[in-house]
C-alpha cells in the first residue's frame, strides 16, 4: 500500500493531512494512535470506502478501485453483517462472493472457537459476532488485509487466538495492517508500527529498531508520546 500527498477532510476538518507512507508486503504493521487520529479513515480510503480529498492511495500499485477490492480483505471497527443469516449462510455468501475465500479454513477456525454454524447471527453475543466477522475477513487469501480494532469485544483468551490465527492465515506475499488500542496485546505479532495523530504520520519504524536504539517497548513509546 502506498500513500502520495494523502489528504482526507470532512467538511473544514482535515482527518488526513499529506501522508505520504509505504507498506510492504510480508509484514504486520500496527496502525496506531489516539481516537480521532485518522486511523479508520485511513483504512477506509484504503478499502475504497472514502474517496481522497486530495492525493493518492495505491494498492499493489493500482488506484484503488473495484480491482484492488479483490485483494484487498478488510474488517471493520463495528459489526456489519446481515443478522437474519445463520453463520452457514454468512460462510456462503463470502464464498460466492470472493473467488480466494477458503470454506474449508472458515469451518475450521468455526470449529475451534465452538461456534455453531446454524446459530442465527443475530442471536450471537457481541464478542462472538466480532470473532465470526474476522474468521470471515481471514479465510480470504487476500494480499492485504486491513484489520481495523479486530480484538475490541473478546476476552483475552480469545485474543491470543485471533493473534495466531492473524499469524497463520495471511500468506508472507501479503501484508496486515492492524489499528488497535491493545498495544500490548499485539506488539509481539508486530514487525513495524506507524504512529498517527491528529492526521500526521508522527513515526514509521520496525519494532525492532524501536526496541533497540530506543531501548522501550512499542507500548511504553506509545504512551511518551501520546501522554496526556
Not at 454468512?90 to 474449508?104: G, I, M, N, P
Request: with cysteine; proline share 4%; charged share 25%.
Amino acid at each position: 500500500m502506498e500513500c502520495r500527498g494523502l489528504w482526507k477532510s470532512y467538511g473544514a476538518f482535515p482527518a488526513l493531512r499529506n501522508i505520504n507512507l509505504e507498506l510492504r508486503r510480508g509484514r504486520i504493521i500496527g496502525l496506531l494512535g489516539p481516537n480521532g487520529s485518522g486511523k479508520t479513515t485511513l483504512i477506509k480510503l484504503a478499502n475504497g470506502l472514502l474517496t481522497p480529498s486530495a492525493g493518492e492511495i495505491r494498492i499493489n500499485d493500482i488506484a484503488v478501485g473495484v480491482e484492488t477490492r479483490k485483494i484487498v480483505s478488510y474488517l471493520p471497527d463495528c459489526v456489519c453483517l446481515p443478522d437474519w443469516m445463520r453463520i452457514s449462510e454468512l460462510v456462503t455468501f463470502y464464498k460466492d462472493f470472493y473467488e480466494d475465500f477458503s470454506e474449508d479454513k472458515a469451518n475450521e477456525m468455526l470449529a475451534n472457537l465452538h461456534l455453531d454454524k446454524n446459530q442465527r447471527f443475530k442471536t450471537l453475543s457481541k464478542g462472538n459476532k466480532e470473532k465470526v466477522q474476522l474468521i470471515l475477513v481471514m479465510s480470504r487469501k487476500a494480499q492485504l488485509y486491513l484489520l481495523d480494532e479486530p480484538m475490541g469485544g473478546v476476552d483475552p483468551a480469545t485474543r491470543d487466538y485471533i493473534l495466531n490465527t492473524i499469524i497463520s492465515n495471511y500468506s508472507p506475499d501479503a501484508a496486515v495492517v492492524i489499528s488497535t488500542h491493545l498495544i500490548s496485546d499485539v506488539e509481539n505479532v508486530l514487525d513495524e508500527v506507524v504512529f498517527i495523530n491528529q492526521g500526521d504520520i508522527v513515526l514509521h519504524d520496525s519494532v525492532d529498531n524501536i526496541r533497540g536504539e530506543k531501548g522501550k517497548s512499542v507500548d511504553a513509546l506509545f504512551r511518551e508520546v501520546f501522554r496526556c
